[in-house]
Structure formats: structure tokens, C-alpha cells
């Protein structure tokens, strides 16, 4: 037996293996993967769904959405079309505008689900829903449950799945690799379109055992990757798992290099990970962004000021920032009604009273911090990857709809919307699938933590710092060159402690979050122009015409 680029080969030993089987396996508890197994399991009682969350089920990135979710709910005012060319508007024009027109078509009839299912959101009577505006909105359509949207969301929908019997949820389950045709051991590449997804290898983390989980379909909903950088709003189980899996599978992703970063996140010298989000919707509500002295600075970037998209202010605030030698900017909400303030933003103003701001008497600093990957594993209109019977929703996918640059809210739109149409064509194609039995079983040595922790977060700040430096929000030609030289050494002195130590969660982790780095850096290499949230100082004007880049 033996480990070659995070595979593991068997030779077949005469004793029974235990496996898990499912019909369908959901990886990731965010908005992505609960609704996928809720629409699943509303079609079809029959199907046996298990659902993976690598630490609490409540743990995700949805939990963290702060700002809400878009959609066109007051038809009065507003329609589909200001939509849609307000997420292609913010996409800077990458955005594919048939994904979009079915994500914003679709949207209100997703969120109404929510509702029904439980989700809470704020209202001005018992009839009106007290709709927000954010960067890069034309009109008044987020609807928001405070300051926590998404930890709303997340409540009702770990409700909701406790309804379906043939809905198993396994906590503290780590995703080490979907299982394909390499780990049957055929020499499969990566322009083939026949790979095939079997299921998953899971690390248990209770008791550092790998389990074989297999399936008919697999679904990946494993989140974002925002560990990647040194500042992030992120939670720390964000580490690109899904993403890294599907490309050591030789399957495809798209558009990596558009990695967004929020334009304020409170700045705190002793150092948060994740950082705290100061939602958009406050400068939505009123908050206007100033330097340090107080003035005003955003008019010298673009005409809509502390509400244009949040790559053109990201990229505003680090000028400002390096021209005056500064750590941070202000939010400025001192002029705003306390009362109506601290109703709709309890969470944001308690954080900052903890570290002694109060935003009706001093400015908020904030920072630049990475929020959101743009880019991911491609899918189709229906989620599918280009791995058969591998499906993807959520933030680890690149859909088509963000474009090089994601609208404000429409992230918990997508994974909602996409969810159904997996869900859909799941139930669609499952009864003419046979599952797959044959599988190899891990390696069952490979479940205690290495020795060599030291190294393991050692490689985590470098990878970090590698990222932060020359690939955040303004990169160059010889920045990205020196990322990459130092992600390849780094690659592979992960590598050989990787096959040299007993497996662990934190070495698997820092394995998915080189990948992500490297498959951002690359990707960024691969743009020769400045579009959206991928600015370069040697190609500072955008491309006359459209490109993808696809790994």
C-alpha cells in the first residue's frame, strides 16, 4: 500500500470491509447542502441521504452571512431585469446572463421555501417585509433577520431536516477524498469526461478511523476557502475542501483567480480569525467611509461612493490605506438614529462596544478581508461537475451567475436555487444508477494525528502570509511568479510529511488550502487584463473580449 497525490492504492486483502452506503451523499451543512437534502427528501421519502458537517452541523459559512438575501419581492418597484443587470453590472460583464435570468427568475419562489420552512426575516408590519438596499443594488430587495441572516437560515434548516426520517446526519465527519475510477487503480487524466464519483473517504473524528462512504451521487456543498489568507471573515473549517477533492480528481474549476474581499471588516490589532463583518447593509443603512481624520474618500473612486461594488471599494480603501501609511479606514455612523441602528444591527454594535467602539460616538475601523471565492468547480445549469455523478452547489462552485465579482446577497440565493435544480435532477436520473461496491478500503493506518504538529501550523502562516502578500487585492506579474515559487516549495515539504505521518484533519486541511492557493495564483497568472475583483498592475485595462479561465 502506498500514497501517490493524496490517493491511496490497495493491494486486496482477503477480510471483509465495512462500508456505508447511501444513495446520496451531501458534504457540507450550509444553506447549500441542507436545502439540497430537505428538496430531496421532500421528492423522494424513499431515498436514503446522509449529510456531512466536518465539526457541528450548525457550523458554516451561511452561519456567518450577516446581510441577507436578495430578491425581487416588491414587484412594484422592482423587477427581474434590474436584477439581473445588477449582477452582471457587479460580475463586470463575465457573468453568464442565462445563469443569472435563472437565479433571479427563480429566486422569489426559493426564498418564499425559507419562509415556509421557517426562516424569520425582518419585517415593517405584519404584511411588508422591511427590505435593505447594499453595494451595487438598484432598488430595495434584501430581505435580512437582523444582523444574522444567516445563522436564521441555518436554524430553520437544520429544523426542517429533523422532519425527514431518511435524512442521516453525521457530525464531525471529515471529507478526505471523493472516490473515483483512481482509486480503483486506472490512469484516468484530466481532459477524460467518463470519471466517475463513487462516494467519499471520512475521517471520523471521534475516533480517527477512515470510513468508505459510498453513494450514487455525491454532492459537494463544502463552502469557501477563505483560510487561504491572513485576514478573513471566514470561519476556520473554511478551508476549499470540496474544491481541492474535486481537483485531485482531475475534475474541473473556473474563474479561481476572483476572490472576494469585503471592504470592512472591523479592524482589531489583537488579531480575530475569523474577523468580524461589518455588514454592507450598514453602509446600505447609512454609514459612510472616511479615513482616519474623518474626510470622505470614496467620491474619488466611483459616482455611487460607499455603495459601489465591493471590488471597486476594496480596492479604494487598500489605495487609501498604502497612500497614507495607515492600518485601516473608518465607518462613520455617528449621524445615523441610535435606536433604529442597534435594532437592526445588535450583533455589530455589541461586538464593537467589546472592544470598546461605540459607533454612535466613534468611527468603526475596518479593514479589507477576504469574504468570498467567485470561482470554483464548474457545473452546469443543474450542478453537475464535470466528474459524473459528482454534483456541486454553493460557494465551491462557479455557476456562472458572480461573474469577477459577486453582488452583494446573492450568494444565499444561489445555493438555494441551485439546490433545487440538484434536487431535481437527481430524482431525475437516480433509479437508472447501480452503486458502486467495489471500492478499495483505506488505509486504516492512516488515522492518528503526525508528530510534527509544529510544521503543520508553521506551513498554515506561510501559506498565509505567500497569499496576503502577493495575491490579495492588487497583484502583479512578479508577485504572482514568487507566490508560486514559494506554493511549490511549500507543496512539497507538505507532501512528504503528508506521506510520511499519520493522517490528521489539520494536515489534510493545510494539503486543501495549498491546492486553493495554488489554484488561485495560478489562475491569476492566467488573466492578462484587470477585471473585477482580479487587479493587475501590468494589465490595468480590461480585455476586449470575454475569457474564462479553466484548470
Known amino acids: 500500500m502506498f500514497r501517490s497525490h493524496g490517493y491511496l492504492c490497495h493491494s486486496f486483502i482477503e477480510k471483509e470491509i465495512v462500508v456505508f452506503k447511501s444513495d446520496v451523499l451531501i458534504i457540507g451543512t450550509g444553506i447549500a447542502g441542507l436545502c439540497t437534502a ?4 421532500i421528492q423522494r421519502k424513499d431515498l436514503r441521504i446522509t449529510v456531512v458537517s466536518k465539526t457541528n452541523i450548525d457550523e458554516s459559512n451561511t452561519r456567518y452571512a450577516q446581510g441577507g438575501i436578495a430578491a425581487v419581492w416588491d414587484r412594484i418597484k422592482d423587477d427581474f431585469n434590474k436584477h439581473i443587470l445588477d449582477t452582471m453590472d457587479a460580475g463586470d460583464d463575465l457573468s453568464d446572463e442565462k445563469i443569472v435570468r435563472i437565479v433571479v427568475e427563480e429566486g422569489p419562489k426559493r426564498v418564499q421555501e425559507l419562509i415556509d420552512w421557517g426562516s424569520r426575516f425582518d419585517k415593517i408590519n405584519k404584511m411588508e417585509y422591511d427590505l435593505g438596499i447594499e453595494g451595487g443594488h438598484s432598488e430595495h430587495r434584501i430581505l435580512h433577520y437582523r444582523d444574522l441572516t444567516g445563522a436564521e437560515i441555518e436554524r430553520a434548516l437544520i429544523e426542517k431536516t429533523r422532519e425527514f426520517d431518511n435524512i442521516k446526519i453525521l457530525e464531525h465527519y471529515y471529507a478526505i477524498d471523493v472516490i473515483t475510477q483512481h482509486h480503483l487503480g486506472y490512469n484516468v487524466t484530466r481532459v477524460m469526461n467518463d470519471i466517475e464519483c463513487y462516494g ?8 480517527l478511523e477512515v470510513e468508505t462512504h459510498l453513494a450514487k451521487i455525491t454532492v459537494l456543498a463544502t463552502g469557501g476557502a477563505g483560510q487561504i489568507y491572513r485576514t478573513t471573515t471566514n470561519p476556520i473549517i473554511a478551508t476549499g475542501d470540496g474544491i481541492a477533492m474535486l481537483y485531485r480528481a482531475k475534475g474541473h474549476v473556473e474563474n479561481m483567480e476572483f476572490v472576494q474581499f469585503h471592504p470592512t471588516a472591523l479592524y482589531n490589532p489583537t488579531g480575530d480569525n475569523p474577523a468580524f463583518l461589518i455588514s454592507e447593509a450598514v453602509r446600505g443603512f447609512g454609514g459612510v467611509l472616511k479615513t482616519k481624520d474623518g474626510a470622505e474618500f470614496m467620491q474619488k473612486y466611483d459616482e455611487r461612493q460607499s455603495l459601489a461594488p465591493r471590488d471597486i471599494v476594496a480596492r479604494a480603501i487598500d489605495s487609501e490605506m498604502k497612500a497614507r501609511g495607515e492600518d485601516f479606514v473608518c465607518l462613520d455612523c455617528r449621524h445615523l438614529n441610535k435606536e433604529e441602528f442597534i435594532l437592526h444591527f445588535p450583533t455589530i454594535y455589541k461586538k464593537c462596544l467589546s472592544i470598546g467602539i461605540d459607533p454612535m460616538e466613534q468611527m468603526i475601523p475596518v479593514v479589507p478581508a477576504c469574504h468570498y471565492m467567485c470561482g470554483g468547480i464548474k457545473v452546469d445549469e443543474n450542478g453537475n461537475s464535470s466528474i459524473l455523478k459528482l454534483y456541486a452547489c454553493g460557494e465551491s462552485t462557479c455557476t456562472g451567475l458572480h ?3 459577486r453582488l452583494a446577497s446573492n450568494s444565499l440565493l444561489e445555493g438555494a436555487v441551485f439546490s433545487y435544480r440538484i434536487a431535481n435532477d ?9 452503486l458502486n461496491d467495489q471500492i478499495p478500503e483505506w488505509d486504516a493506518t492512516g488515522t492518528a494525528h503526525p508528530k510534527e504538529m509544529v510544521l503543520i501550523t508553521q506551513s498554515i502562516k506561510e501559506l498565509k502570509e505567500i497569499m496576503s502578500y502577493y495575491v490579495g487585492i492588487v497583484r502583479s506579474n512578479v508577485r504572482i511568479r514568487r507566490a508560486l515559487n514559494r ?4 507543496f512539497d515539504e507538505t507532501e512528504e510529511l503528508y506521506n510520511s505521518s499519520k493522517l490528521s484533519t489539520a494536515l489534510c486541511e493545510l494539503r486543501n488550502l495549498i491546492t486553493i492557493g495554488y489554484l488561485v495564483t495560478r489562475s491569476a497568472s492566467m488573466r ?3 477585471r473585477g475583483l482580479h487587479y493587475t498592475t501590468d494589465y ?3 480585455h476586449p473580449f470575454k475569457q474564462s479561465s479553466v484548470l
Open 38 to 41: 430537505i428538496q430531496l427528501a
Open 200 to 207: 467519499a473517504y471520512l475521517l471520523n473524528q471521534k475516533n
Open 403 to 405: 461573474g469577477a465579482n
Open 426 to 434: 437527481i430524482v431525475s436520473k437516480i433509479d437508472k444508477l447501480v
Open 487 to 490: 506554493l511549490h516549495l511549500l
Open 528 to 530: 492578462k487584463e484587470s
Open 540 to 542: 490595468p485595462e480590461k
